[in-house]
């Protein structure tokens, strides 16, 4: 982490345009999952108790550059002033222009303000300059405490750092520097586990960490690639045909590089893609003609948690099946279970291993639960994050 951050900065009198992830699951206006807020909260509560003034941006969904009530973050504004104890958040019907700047002239020392959705603006996901100026009217100095759009170079990520000092929040700091520390000085044995449905998402995450790990353990609709690869018949089964090659390669890549790269050895069979599907658990010589692979099997998860079990740094990006069906969540629950009992760093990398971790109900065993599926996708692929290369060196 060599990116300065807010304790770099004498917060006196100053304003803080702080970007943060508002981007929440709503039903009928209520929000149905306030992590992502609860996340964003020990900058928030630092910056104000510095005495800064405070103004919160934040996209929510996809409203396509037009304004849209159904995307308003009023709601989230009247939640965060509940989980401020109180400290009520204002809300400004704009992000830019008139009323936003006189909403945040008029805060006093430690007042927070949240402004309206960046998206209602198709500027912003375009990095219009005049757009990103605009913003950063708003403030002093520009905190980005979003990781999870880190990724995209947009008005609010990496635009505004051009007219303002750029700092990291907390969430920014904690993101970059546990991943990065265990990307770049990882304590040995090093397991990473990747899942999800095709190897041609994956593909720049098995290549920079194939250098670096022990052991890379592969589940999910993926694994179906790399084992027709290996000649195997997978019958019904999600393959990507065109990525067979490259699954070809990267099996002869981690020969070459004396990693550990392991494969099912039986998977759990249905006969169609339903949760009620007729299901049996098969060994890859006695592979079915017909039906498909939706989870691994016991023996593959008594070999990957024995694995796992002995690690000292572990990261696990995608689910080993269709974890949303019960029948096909034994697998990745059992990698969860197996990663809450390890005795070093344990890394979720994002997106559904994530929904994964807390629906087994064992986030809080992790050392660190990612708030940023693509971020921190190409995080582990070594791909430099517009949104963090925009924050001032801390040299």
Request: charged share 25%; with cysteine.
């Amino acid at each position: 982490m060599d990116k300065m951050t807010v304790r770099d900065v004498d917060w006196a009198g100053k304003t803080a345009l702080v970007r943060v992830d508002f981007n929440v699951p709503m039903k009928d206006g209520v929000i149905t999952d306030d992590t992502r807020i609860r996340a964003a909260l020990p900058t928030i509560e630092y910056l104000s108790g510095q005495g800064a003034k405070v103004v919160l941006m934040s996209h929510l969904g996809r409203p396509k550059g037009e304004r849209n009530e159904k995307y308003s973050l009023r709601p989230v504004a009247e939640h965060l002033s509940n989980l401020l104890q109180g400290k009520t958040v204002t809300f400004a019907d704009d992000c830019i222009g008139e009323q936003a700047e006189a909403k945040a002239a008029s805060l006093q020392s430690s007042d927070v303000l949240l402004l309206e959705n960046l998206r209602f603006y198709a500027q912003e996901e375009k990095n219009d300059p005049a757009f990103a100026k605009a913003l950063s009217q708003l403030g002093d100095v520009y905190v980005n405490d979003a990781f999870g759009t880190a990724h995209r170079a947009h008005a609010s990520t990496a635009g505004v750092a051009d007219y303002l000092p750029a700092v990291a929040g907390f969430l920014m700091e904690k993101e970059i520097g546990i991943m990065g520390e265990a990307l770049a000085n990882p304590r040995k044995p090093f397991v990473a586990i990747i899942g999800g449905a095709k190897v041609s998402d994956k593909i720049g995450v098995i290549e920079n960490l194939l250098p670096k790990v022990d052991s890379l353990l592969i589940g999910g609709g993926m694994a179906n690639t790399f084992l027709a690869a290996k000649g195997y018949q997978m019958a019904d089964s999600l393959v990507e045909t065109d990525a067979i090659e490259v699954a070809k390669a990267l099996l002869e890549s981690a020969k070459k590089q004396g990693a550990d790269l392991l494969l099912p050895t039986d998977l759990v069979f249905a006969e169609r893609f339903a949760a009620d599907a007729r299901h049996e658990v098969t060994d890859l010589n006695s592979l079915p003609s017909s039906g498909m692979a939706l989870d691994i099997g016991p023996n593959t998860v008594k070999k990957y948690a024995d694995v796992i079990a002995n690690a000292k740094t572990v990261i696990w990006n995608g689910p080993m099946g269709v974890f949303e069906m019960p029948a096909f969540a034994a697998g990745t629950l059992a990698v969860a279970e197996a990663m809450a009992k390890v005795d070093g760093v344990t890394i979720v990398g994002g997106g559904d291993s994530v929904a994964a971790i807390e629906q087994a109900g064992l986030a809080e065993k992790m050392t660190h639960v990612s708030t940023g599926g693509g971020a921190s996708l190409e995080f582990l692929e070594g791909k430099a994050l517009p949104g963090v290369v925009a924050l001032k060196s801390a040299k």
